[in-house]
Each structure stands twice: as structure tokens, then as C-alpha cells.
């Protein structure tokens, strides 16, 4: 059932994403072509270089083809978090609630799809961003060289960083992911909560969303107050606090990465399970 | 698998301050048309949804099959809110899809033929329906199923007399011999031929619960008129 509920709401997202896809593409692959480097025929390259209106036309067209690819990355951005957002409003908190809280599976399996599709989805659209970024840098620099780049840029960073080893970009990425999906369900436990009342929901679950992240931020000065308390722990506080990044040792960043994903984790359960507490004995469809 | 199919006792809903069911006991078999009745704010659609499991009691006990609403009994029963629940983008073919994923008890024959008897495509959309079209599109797909109890909220109310016809012809039609109908309304003359029993309701508290027949026979009067008697509104 969970995969099912996956499969429809990966349909209904992608129903809404696709078209800008295609725009951003589009608009990418315009870019691509309009960049001085990728035009070879020489007359065209004279004719920009040396006839003045021939090359002020082109520089005009220049810049409102990258204005417009800016314009419809931020409109990716944008719509793909306002996207996420309805959904789990629309699909779950207005007359669509009556249909998806009517089917034979838990709540939790609802609120589990819509935020895996909804992770999903943002990593698509990013992905998409990414893809768009070296097609319309292809037209200037090749694509071959700046991958051959990645690795002097690594060694770059393990020479201000050399506690950082390149599986630890596997950590880190994980680290993001549980943080995002946090921040996803954070959203979905301030719609929620706003639901409950009769009126200014929308006020209400934005507060719901700042108190959250107030509360978070106190919780995570505090831990980290309440560990320095201990002997155990004090050294390795000390040593977050006190040592500069930069002579940190890999044992210091694989400790710190497990705090950060271990407090991720207990936000995203935090969120998750609250979240399904309201909607399993609170759900207000009217 | 119980004898009475709808069993509740002491069950109590309150918003706020206001008691939307108050101490309800009942018990309903099977095979049965019920009709729910009672004038608006009566806990009607309150205690429909309860039973569907949208709602939590706020004390008292709700049994479907013997079971407490979850997953079991949302399996059993199909529900026919008093709205359109269907996304605006979704086509007939996408709905028929969407119920066979996810009820084990769906007919897709028998939703295919109730579209084509209502002239509705499988590549029409629901946005481009008009409103009675959609109530029936909605209705023909409850009653694809084979559910144990069709819980149908105000199936008839805001439609013209034929497409009521059609409503209570779809319903009758269409429902399993061992399946039990629950269908709210306070348009009592339309159903009143098509009931088995009745429950009133009044201020979320059950007024009477008897069959049809009973009551005509104990008040000798048609149950319209009986509903008018006992729901008079004093001026």
C-alpha cells in the first residue's frame, strides 16, 4: 500500500514539475547555443566582433536568455517547495482528506508517502538545476575539463581541511538528507498543528514553524551545555568549541557528524510521529 | 464475523463546548437499508464519520464488524461523503485505477458499465463535469465496490428528481444482499419506500431507532409525516 501511495503522489508532484523541467531545459539549451565559445561558423564570430549592431543585438539576446534561465531556476525553487506544500495540504487537510483518511492504510503510510515523494521530488528538481547549470556552461567550458576539475578542487579542500576524507562527503550527504527531510516534516507538523483551529490557520502554522525552530535551537544550545556537565564529554565539547575547524582530526569530525545525524534523526522522528499524532486523533476536515 | 454489524454504546462526540453525539447506543444488522435521518445539526454526518474513522469519539465505545475503526473496517466499508473528495485533474480512467490499487473489493466491470450507462468516458475529466455528473461519477464508483456497509452522507440532497431516481436506483441496484446501506438525509418522502429502518436523530441523541414498518404501524402515518411531528420547530 505504502508503495502505491507513493506512486500517486510521485504522479500527482510530477504532474505539477515536469513543465518547468521542460522550460528550464529548454531555456538551458537556448543558453547553450547562444554563448559566444559554442558559435564556429567564423562569419557569424566576424560579424559579432566587428559590425557594432550585430554585436550589441547579440549581447542583448545574451543577457535576457541567462536572466530568463535565472528567473526559471528560482521559479523551480520556488514552486517546487510551494508544490510540496499544497500537496500535503490539499491531498491530506482539505476534501481530498476524506478520500486518502477513507483508504484501508494507517496515517502514518499517508504522511510517510507524501514526504517521501515530496524528498523525491526536491531532489529531482534539483538534480534538474544541476543538469540545466552544466548544459548552459557547456557552451563555454567543456564538460570533460570541469569534471577533471573535481578532484584538484577536493585536494583544495583537504588542504584547509585535511580531517576530510572523501567518504566523508557520504556523511555528509546523509547528514543533509535527514536534515532536509526534517525540515520537511517540521513544515508538515506546523500545517498540521495549524489545522486544528478554526481560523487564521495559515498564521498559526507559521508561527507553530518559527516556535519550532526556537525551541530546536534552545534544545541544541542546551545539549550541548548538559554534555559539557560530564567528564566523558566535557573534552570533546571543549574541543568543538575551542578548536578551529582546520585542526580538527578525523575522529573529531566523525563524532561531530554522528551528533549532527543522531539530533536530525530524533527532529525528523520528533516531527513524523507528531505530525501522525494529530491527523490519527485530531483530524479537523471541516 | 459479528451478528449486527454497527454496534456503539455511550458514544459521545464533543466540539468545544457543544455535544455533536450524546451517548448513542445502537446496533445495526445486515442486509439492511438504514436511513439516517434527522434535521441538519443533528450529529448526522458526525456520526458517519466516525464510523468511517475521520472523527475520534470523545468517550464511548464504535464497533464495525467487531472491530474498532482502522484498517480492517476501512476496508469493509464504502463512503460517500456529502463533497466532492476526487482531485479536480483526475479522469475517470485514473479514478477507476486508483480505487482497483487500492480495494481489494472493487469491480472494475461493473464501474466500466455504470460510466457507460451515464455516458461518462473513461478520458473524461472531473473538472470538466458538471456538478450532478460528478455526484454520480462519485456514487457509481462507492457502489463498485462490494463492501460489507455503504455509508452514504446526503447521496441525495441538492440533485434534481431524476438524477435522484438514478441515485436510488444505483443504490438499490447495486448493493450486496449482506451488506448494509446507512444513508443520511431529511429528504425523507424520496427514500421512505426503499428503507428497512430508521434512526432519528436529534441534538447528536437517537430519538427512535425501529423499522419502517413498525412505525407505520404503531403510528399509522407515513414516516414523512412522523419526522415533521416529532422535528416541529416551535415558533
Given amino acids: ?286 | 464475523m459479528n451478528s449486527d454489524l454497527i454496534n456503539c454504546r455511550n458514544l459521545t462526540k464533543i466540539y468545544g463546548a457543544k455535544k455533536a453525539l450524546d451517548h448513542v447506543d445502537l446496533s445495526v444488522g445486515r442486509g439492511r437499508i438504514v436511513g439516517l435521518l434527522g434535521p441538519n445539526g443533528s450529529g448526522k454526518t458526525t456520526f458517519i464519520k466516525l464510523l468511517c474513522g475521520l472523527l475520534q469519539p470523545t468517550f464511548g465505545s464504535l464497533e464495525v464488524d467487531g472491530h474498532a475503526p482502522g484498517i480492517h473496517t476501512k476496508s469493509l466499508i464504502s463512503y460517500l461523503p456529502d463533497r466532492m473528495y476526487f482531485a479536480d485533474w483526475m479522469k475517470i480512467s485514473d479514478l477507476t485505477e486508483f480505487f482497483a490499487d487500492f480495494y481489494a473489493d472493487f469491480d472494475q466491470t461493473k464501474a466500466k458499465e455504470m460510466f457507460a450507462a451515464l455516458g461518462i468516458g473513461s478520458q473524461d475529466r472531473i473538472k470538466t463535469m458538471s456538478k450532478g455528473t460528478k455526484e454520480k461519477a462519485q456514487l457509481a464508483l462507492i457502489m463498485s465496490r462490494k463492501a460489507e456497509l455503504y455509508l452514504l452522507d446526503e447521496p441525495i440532497g441538492g440533485v434534481d428528481p431524476a438524477a435522484r431516481d438514478f441515485i436510488l436506483n444505483t443504490i438499490l441496484n447495486n448493493y450486496s444482499e449482506n451488506s448494509t446501506v446507512l444513508l443520511s438525509t431529511h429528504l425523507i418522502s424520496d427514500i421512505e419506500e426503499v428503507l428497512d429502518e430508521v434512526i432519528f436523530l436529534k441534538n447528536g441523541r437517537v430519538l427512535c431507532h425501529d423499522t419502517v414498518e413498525s412505525i407505520r404501524e404503531k403510528e399509522g402515518k407515513p414516516l414523512d409525516q412522523f419526522f415533521r411531528e416529532i422535528f416541529v420547530y416551535s415558533a
Avoid at chain 1, 567543456?142 to 583544495?156: K, R, T
Wanted: charge should be positive; proline fraction near 3%.
Fill in chain 1, 1 to 286: 500500500m505504502f508503495r502505491k501511495l507513493c506512486k500517486y503522489e510521485l504522479r500527482l508532484l510530477a504532474r505539477a514539475l515536469v513543465p518547468i523541467y521542460l522550460a528550464l531545459a529548454g531555456v538551458a539549451v537556448v543558453n547553450t547555443f547562444i554563448s559566444y565559445d559554442s558559435i564556429s561558423d567564423e562569419y557569424l564570430r566576424y560579424a559579432i566582433d566587428h559590425i557594432g549592431i550585430f554585436g550589441g543585438l547579440f549581447s542583448v539576446l545574451q543577457n535576457v536568455s541567462i536572466f530568463l534561465y535565472f528567473g526559471v531556476v528560482v521559479a523551480l525553487g520556488v514552486l517546487t517547495l510551494i508544490f510540496v506544500i499544497q500537496r500535503f495540504y490539499k491531498g491530506l487537510l482539505s476534501d481530498e482528506g476524506y478520500l486518502m483518511f477513507t483508504l484501508p492504510v494507517e496515517p502514518w503510510q499517508l504522511i510517510a508517502a507524501k514526504g517521501t515523494a515530496a524528498f523525491a521530488m526536491i531532489l529531482a528538481s534539483l538534480l534538474v538545476a544541476i543538469l540545466s547549470g552544466l548544459l548552459v556552461m557547456s557552451g563555454t567550458v567543456n564538460p570533460i575539463e570541469l569534471f577533471s576539475a573535481l578532484p584538484y578542487a577536493f585536494s583544495e579542500i583537504t588542504k584547509i581541511y585535511p580531517a576530510i576524507r572523501p567518504i566523508d562527503f557520504v556523511g555528509i550527504y546523509l547528514i543533509l538528507a535527514v536534515a532536509g527531510l526534517a525540515v520537511l516534516y517540521q513544515i508538515y507538523f506546523a500545517i498540521a498543528l495549524g489545522h486544528l483551529f478554526g481560523k487564521h490557520r495559515i498564521m498559526i502554522s507559521l508561527l507553530a514553524f518559527i516556535a519550532a525552530s526556537a525551541i530546536l535551537r534552545a534544545s541544541w544550545d542546551f545539549g550541548w551545555e548538559f554534555l559539557s556537565n560530564f567528564s566523558v564529554s566535557r573534552k570533546f565539547v571543549r574541543m568543538i568549541i575551542d578548536l578551529p575547524i582546520e585542526q580538527w582530526s578525523s575522529s573529531l569530525l566523525h563524532l561531530f557528524m554522528l551528533v549532527l545525524l543522531v539530533s536530525q534523526l530524533c527532529k525528523l522522528a520528533l516531527f513524523f510521529f507528531g505530525t501522525e499524532r494529530i491527523l490519527s486523533k485530531k483530524l479537523n476536515l471541516e
